[in-house]
Structures are given as C-alpha cells and as structure tokens.
C-alpha cells in the first residue's frame, strides 16, 4: 500500500469511527467482494456467506471504537468475518454433494430423496461476485484466488473442522504468516501449525491431481467455447449420442438436492435418454461458476410458454472432456448470478 492510500484509509477509518457512515460505507465497498468470497470458502454456501458477511459488517461497526490500528484494517475485517464463520459453523452440519452421501445409482430415473433442508449441500458461486485477477492473493498463498473458489476446492474444505478450515484458507489461500493466523484465531503458532499440516492433508486428499484452472489453461478459451457450445447444442437437440460423445467415460452427473448421481458415460447417457422423454423443453445459458464453464438451465412451462429458472450447472473439464456434471436445482440463486428468472421463447 502506498503512503497515500495508507494515509487515505486512514482518514475514512478516523470518519468512520466518528459515525460517518458514508466513510463506513466505502470500507464496506472496498472489502466486500474478496470478505464475501472468504464466507463462501469458509461456510460453502452463498446464502449463508451472504448473511455471514452482512453479520461480519455489523459487527465491524460496532467495535469501530476498539479497533486500535495494531493491524491493518484488512486484518481486523478477517479477523472478525473468521469468527462470523465460526459461530455459523457450530450451529449447522456440514455441506456436501451427492457423490459424498452415498454410492452411485445404476438405474436411470432414479432420482432418490429430494434433501431440500438448506443446510446439506454445496452451493455455486458466481463469478461475478468474486471479480479478482488470477494469481494468488498473497505471496505466502498456495492457491491461486481461482483455484480456491473451484467447487472441488471449495467441497474438499467444508470436510475439515471449522478451525482447520480457517486456518487452511488464512495460510495458504489468502497468504497470512502462521503467527498472523494465530492472532486471528487467538491459537499459538504451534497450533496453527499443527492444524494445517492435516488439513493440507485431507484437502490434498480430496482433490484432482490437476486444477480446474491449470486445465482450462491447457484447453484454451476458444476450445472451452466449443466444447460448452457443442454441449448446449447436444441438449437442445436431445441428441444422446452427442453428449455421450461429449463425457469422459467416468464422468459424474449429479443434481442436489437429489441424493441420487450417476457415473459413466453410458449411465448418464441412458439418464438423458429418460429425461428427454420424460421432462419439459429447456434452455441453457452459458455462465461461469466457481471459475469454471457453467450453465444455466431454464425449463418451458407449457402454461405460460415461458422457460422458467431450474438450475446452475457447473461443468468441470479433463482432456478436453466434461468429467463432472453438477446441477443444482436453485433457481433462488438466479438473481444472485445477474440472471432473469425467466426467458422468453424466442
């Protein structure tokens, strides 16, 4: 930071301590995207990092008075949105996806229970909301900032312990020193250091040999368009045999809040098959989600003969493949993705 920017936050922190909420209002502006993304991380959810954050702010401008400036401002923001995340996570149980809840369903239309309590599973987050450059956040970060919204990222976290969740994402995600984390979460150093040594285990455990992002490198922006353009093509035109085509042969469909999921190709395609047959006409939008290629699925409604919001489909890519299929069924998370909750049928 330079001398004028420090002197600059200085000064907004000094009105914002006075009661100007106008100087509040732009801390809340300068900090909100990437503390809004440290509540996803934390909490796996976009609904609850919502709430999260609006609860990390709340409290911020309460304790304006005894913020004396030993740290930054940006460390006392984490500090206390860490906290936020804490006293959430002890209240509720872990989010999952359907891959975790139990074995894979060989029978095409067998959806199994629809698990719609709020607080089972993984939810997607938008691009949009997190808005940072590639690279990692810090130096000290492990992960790149992309890399660590990723949906397996983001799945294999919320399978730690809620401290070890915290102090996995303050070391190697937004490049905090083992004695700043310990501050943050009033731990030693030793703690700190002994937490992350198994959470980096059970994360490294869980995830792909090769990120989403180092893949989407590999495949290039041009090859990505066509391949989510052939996809969205293979469906609109119930061609089972496209998307066939399309699937690695251990591909992985799910679509929470249905426990069920499928894997193989041959499986998800007799899956499409059965649903083409059985569902209304739909729609796709390609969006992006936890930085990879996504879409947006709307489905006719034969009475209005509009096509209504159903689901986020987050699509994740391996030798120039789709591997797993996630659709969420959420269209209360639309508006959140800058979408319409309905599309004409031209």
């Known amino acids: 930071m330079s001398p004028t920017a420090a002197l600059d936050e200085r000064e907004v922190l000094e009105a914002a301590r006075r009661g100007d909420e106008d100087a509040f209002g732009r801390i809340v502006a300068e900090h909100r995207t990437l503390l809004h993304a440290h509540c996803y991380r934390m909490l796996g959810s976009l609904q609850d990092a919502e709430d999260a954050l609006q609860e990390t702010f709340l409290r911020a401008w309460r304790g304006l008075s005894d913020f004396g400036g030993r740290s930054s401002l940006r460390t006392w923001l984490y500090r206390i949105a860490t906290n936020v995340c804490l006293d ?57 900032q992309r890399e660590a919204v990723e949906l397996a990222f983001i799945a294999a976290l919320q399978h730690l312990p809620p401290n070890q969740r915290a102090v996995l994402i303050l070391r190697d995600v937004l490049g905090f020193s083992a004695r700043e984390a310990a501050e943050r979460l009033d731990t030693s150093v030793a703690s700190v250091n002994s937490a992350l040594q198994r959470a980096r285990k059970t994360v490294d455990e869980r995830l792909p040999e090769r990120s989403q992002q180092a893949t989407l490198r590999l495949l290039g922006d041009e090859r990505i ?50 649903a083409h047959d059985e569902c209304p006409e739909s729609r796709m939008v390609p969006i992006t989600a936890n930085g990879q290629p996504a879409l947006a699925g709307f489905t006719l409604d034969a009475e209005t003969g509009m096509y209504g919001a159903a689901s986020i489909e987050v699509l994740t890519l391996e030798n120039g493949l789709v591997k797993e299929i996630t659709a969420f069924g959420s269209p209360e998370l639309f508006p959140s993705f800058g979408l319409p909750s309905e599309l004409s049928p031209s």
């Open 88 to 144: 959430a996570s002890s209240r509720r149980r872990k989010r999952i996806l359907p891959p975790e809840y139990g074995p894979a369903v060989a029978t095409p239309t067998a959806l199994g229970r629809s698990l719609v309590e709020s607080t089972t599973w993984v939810e997607p987050y938008p691009d949009e909301l997190f808005g940072v450059e590639d690279g990692p956040a810090a130096p000290g970060a492990r992960y790149e």
């Open 225 to 274: 368009r066509e391949l989510v353009d052939a996809y969205v093509d293979a469906w609109a035109r119930r061609d089972v045999e496209a998307i066939a085509a399309l699937l690695a042969e251990d591909a992985v469909f799910s679509m929470p809040p249905w426990a069920a999921w499928w894997q193989g190709r041959e499986t998800i395609a007799a899956f499409a098959s059965a």
